[in-house]
């Protein structure tokens, strides 16, 4: 088992970045593909982006495509989401969550590991 514990989440202007961070308590780390969902209020959970456990592929949302960068330093057993040219549409309780296997799911129900998630507000 795995735990999760996002951070950096915060309060933003349009227009400008954040970056959160999901710290993982397993040295195995590096075995897990990652992912971010976002949920805002009266809305599904959805897939943001994902990044795989070995070659590091990834995979995005298109509302993340070209502005939102997976990351992640098995060495600090974090994975991190660099947002920018942030928009009000973005505001959203931001999850990570880890499988264990290859591949990135997009599909919620594909991870059996969550963080509390960390709010991130955009203002107009």
């Known amino acids: 088992q795995v735990q999760l514990v996002e951070s950096g989440g915060g309060l933003v202007q349009a227009g400008g970045s954040l970056r959160v961070s999901c710290a993982a308590s397993?040295?195995?780390?590096?075995?897990?593909?990652m992912g971010w969902f976002r949920q805002a209020p009266g809305k599904e959970r959805e897939f943001v982006a994902g990044i795989s456990r070995s070659d590091g592929r990834t995979y995005y949302a298109d509302s993340a495509k070209g502005r939102f960068t997976i990351s992640r330093d098995n060495a600090k057993n974090t994975v991190y989401l660099q947002m920018n040219s942030l928009k009000p549409e973005d505001t959203a309780v931001y999850y990570c969550a880890a499988r264990s296997g290859a591949g990135v799911p997009v599909l919620k129900s594909e991870y059996p590991y969550w963080g509390q998630g960390t709010q991130v507000t955009v203002s107009s």
């Open positions: 397993r040295r195995t780390f590096g075995s897990y593909a």
